[in-house]
């Protein structure tokens, strides 16, 4: 997968420079990064989180509402140990590789174990394709009550690097002790499910009364059970992919990973509307198309097996794809100019900052944003009245002299500053320019201001004189009026 997404941002890259060769590296580098990023939003939450929280999970999820500053984007504790750990028992012990036909290369399936550390197989092993089809095709491993993470996982996991096989179960809660997690219970209650005194308690998330008595035997009671071991062993919600517990605290997240971001995608100041409509267009399945070796078919969700779509596999040119015409620069309509042919650089700048980035709340910003640490930091004379790392044209920024970071940021507000005196001398001789063609109509209207000449002229052609009056129809009566000319005045 980081190969393909790899290949998708230079693959973006090369089409932006192509449509804008004004472009300079890193203006087409930073661009392709913004795309691929709302790429990915855009498929992790559309696509792939319904089917891992359900619909229900969806609801508690909530529509986009905009940026809010005062939500913390950052990862919780409980998240990245335990919770987002989920994954791993999704994960087959085997990696099918299939051709074009989906039927296995001859080399045939890879287990685990042999995957990690070879990446020369990728080079000799048939490439990305191969083990793409495996995962888009194949179904994700079934947890059971028998068996939650794979062998693979459990006793043979990186043998190939280390003298002893590893345990990522055992590490995954030797970790959450690590980090010092509060137990299975304790999180329970800070989800609103009821804390369960006894292991029956949990007979509505754990169905399989074996595992209960299981854990019953291992941690004697409920308040002991380890959150990742507790969490994974909850059967799936309908429509999800995981038990109650972890839905909380992954629905919990994904908001604020999404509303504490001043770049989620759909935050009106980071894309323009048309631009935006384009990013929804984009699928996993187009991008694997896109940057696959030969990908010809895929099914359409890639999340859902093949069996359970209509049609089962799509032709890849059939699948929407993002139109990056939406990312020219020439195209932008200069409504104050009536500009012919191309805008050039400065209003490039100028259309993106004309809309203003939101500022991240002060007490959640990084304390190197802050006014007064920056300018503690900054062994000069600089006087900075605002966050120096923020965008924007309306920030006001004196520097006289000062560091390194000081100087950049006082160069592009100048070039900016620069940017817009240029567009209002522009401005003001077009200006110029209209009121001399003001004028001469106005002579010409004056010159014309004959009696002969008042007249009016119906859509279809129909010369009308002054005050005539005409009923085109049983219901419309018209008469022509010509105003004089001084209304130019
Ligand atoms: C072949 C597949 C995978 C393997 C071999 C694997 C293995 C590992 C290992 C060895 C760690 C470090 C554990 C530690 O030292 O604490 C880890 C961490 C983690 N894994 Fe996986 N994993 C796999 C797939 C997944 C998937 C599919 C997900 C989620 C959907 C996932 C989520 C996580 C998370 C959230 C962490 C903690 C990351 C952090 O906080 O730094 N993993 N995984």
């Excluded at 987002?84 to 290369?105: A, D, E, K, W």
């Excluded at 995981?242 to 980071?270: A, H, K, M, T």
């Excluded at 002579?443 to 010369?463: A, M, P, R, W, Y």
């Excluded at 018209?478 to 130019?488: M, T």
Aim: aromatic share 8%; proline share 5%; charged share 25%.
């Amino acid at each position: 997968m980081h190969t393909i997404w790899m290949r998708e941002h230079n693959r973006l890259a090369s089409e932006l420079r192509q449509i804008n060769p004004i472009w300079d590296g890193e203006t087409i580098y930073q661009e392709a990064r913004k795309i691929v990023g709302a790429e990915m939003q855009h498929i992790t939450y559309t696509h792939w989180l319904p089917s891992i929280i359900g619909p229900t999970g969806m609801n508690m999820l909530g529509s986009y509402q905009g940026y809010n500053p005062m939500v913390d984007a950052s990862i919780s504790n409980v998240f990245a140990t335990a919770a987002f750990r989920f994954g791993h028992s999704l994960i087959n012990p085997v990696l099918q590789r299939l051709n074009y036909n989906f039927t296995s290369i001859s080399e045939g399936p890879l287990p685990l174990h042999k995957a990690f550390f070879s990446p020369w197989r990728l080079v000799e092993e048939g490439g990305v394709d191969p083990l793409m089809r495996g995962l888009f095709s194949v179904p994700a491993k079934l947890k059971t009550p028998h068996q939650t993470l794979n062998s693979e996982l459990t006793e043979r996991l990186f043998e190939v690097a280390h003298e002893v096989a590893l345990d990522l179960a055992a590490i995954n809660i030797q970790r959450g002790r690590d980090h010092g997690l509060p137990g299975y219970n304790a999180y329970r209650k800070a989800c609103d499910l009821r804390e369960a005194e006894t292991f029956d308690d949990l007979q509505y998330e754990i169905r399989n009364e074996k595992l209960r008595e299981k854990l019953k035997h291992l941690y004697g009671h409920p308040g002991n059970v380890d959150v990742w071991v507790g969490g994974i062993l909850e059967d799936p919600v309908p429509g999800g992919k995981i038990g109650p517990l972890f839905r909380c605290i992954l629905v919990e997240q994904f908001r604020r990973l999404r509303d504490g971001d001043r770049f989620w995608y759909e935050n009106p100041s980071v894309f323009k509307p048309e631009q935006l409509t384009q990013i929804k267009q984009s699928s996993l399945a187009r991008v694997i198309c896109d940057n696959g070796d030969n990908i010809t078919e895929i099914n359409q969700d890639v999340f859902v097996l093949p069996k359970h779509q209509n049609p089962q596999l799509v032709k890849c040119q059939t699948l929407p794809a993002i139109n990056l015409r939406f990312w020219t620069e020439c195209c932008h309509v200069n409504i104050f100019m009536n500009i012919r042919g191309c805008v050039d650089e400065r209003f490039k700048s100028l259309s993106r900052s004309l809309v203003g980035r939101q500022r991240r709340a002060i007490n959640y910003s990084y304390p190197s944003d802050r006014h007064s640490s920056f300018a503690e930091q900054s062994n000069s004379n600089a006087t900075i009245n605002s966050n120096p790392r923020l965008d924007g044209i309306n920030e006001d920024l004196e520097v006289q002299g000062g560091t390194e970071d000081s100087m950049h940021f006082s160069d592009v507000y100048e070039e900016r500053i620069e940017g817009l005196e240029r567009m209002l001398e522009d401005f003001k001789k077009e200006m110029r320019q209209l009121k001399r063609k003001v004028k001469k109509l106005e002579q010409h209207c004056k010159i014309g201001d004959t009696s002969k000449s008042k007249s009016c002229v119906e859509e279809n052609g129909t010369l009308r004189r002054n005050e005539e009056t005409w009923s085109p129809d049983e219901c419309t009566q018209c008469s022509c009026k010509v105003l004089a000319c001084d209304f130019l005045e």
